[in-house]
């Protein structure tokens, strides 16, 4: 059964920084490209972040570029998300997700939630 | 950046009745080499994450009840349920990968009258 569980969602200051992590099972992780994607509170869905099976590629959402950062362990069969100089508007539940054979999201996590607020 | 307008905004509608969601791109989500549609439909219901419907547009996720199809092509697409069901009351997404950033639909919440 392929899993995917987050952490590392808390409350911080704006400014501060948090890791997210996304930890996998139930499938060969390495053979797959992974992604962030964010819903702040009662709000859509918006894609923040994707990483490719190599590493070689990564793309970033305009609103977080620059102060975010995606990475993946594939000997630990996870993916993390170092999010720098937090501002308010990045509270919200992130979501990591899988790249499936489709090109789509085709497994989700249940989320980790960060609140940025002084 | 790629802009999905999803229509409606929401809509109430009876049990058994058919619900349609329209998708509109502001580019073409058609890639020429493979005739593919880069076009997705996720399901969110409340407290849950989202789940995969339906891939290029048209393909659907193993498991989806038929109900559930998608259509459309290059900036217009829609998702149909043929047989509103109770369990379907939920927000629904687009989201196109034809480039990135890759980007949603504000979502189109679908309710029981």
């Known amino acids: 059964e392929v899993q995917l569980v987050e952490s590392g969602g808390d409350l911080v200051q704006p400014g501060g920084s948090l890791r997210l992590s996304c930890a996998t099972s139930?499938?060969?992780?390495?053979?797959?490209?992974m992604n962030w994607v964010r819903q702040a509170p009662g709000k859509g869905l918006e894609w923040i972040a994707y990483?490719?099976?190599?590493?070689?590629?990564?793309y970033y959402a305009h609103s977080v570029e620059g102060r975010f950062t995606i990475s993946r362990d594939n000997a630990k069969n996870s993916v993390h998300l170092q999010m720098n100089n937090l501002r308010v508007e990045d509270t919200a539940m992130y979501y990591c997700?899988?790249?499936?054979?489709?090109?789509?999201?085709?497994?989700w996590g249940q989320g980790t939630r960060v609140t940025v607020s002084s | 950046d790629i802009v999905l307008t999803q229509s409606p905004d929401s809509l109430a509608l009876s049990l058994g009745e058919r619900a349609t969601i329209n998708c509109m791109s502001s580019q073409g989500l058609l890639y020429n080499s493979n005739n593919q549609n880069y076009l997705g439909w996720y399901q969110q219901k409340p407290g849950q994450p989202p789940k995969l419907l339906i891939s290029w547009a048209s393909i659907r996720e193993s498991g989806v009840p038929d109900r559930f199809s998608g259509s459309g092509s290059e900036t217009y697409f829609t998702l149909t349920i043929s047989s509103l069901q109770a369990e379907d009351v939920a927000v629904y997404y687009c989201q196109q990968y034809y480039t990135p950033p890759w980007t949603f639909g504000q979502g189109t919440k679908v309710e029981i009258k």
């Open positions: 990483i490719s099976i190599s590493t070689n590629t990564v």
């Open positions: 997700a899988r790249v499936g054979g489709g090109a789509t999201l085709d497994f």
């Open positions: 139930g499938f060969s992780f390495s053979g797959y490209s």
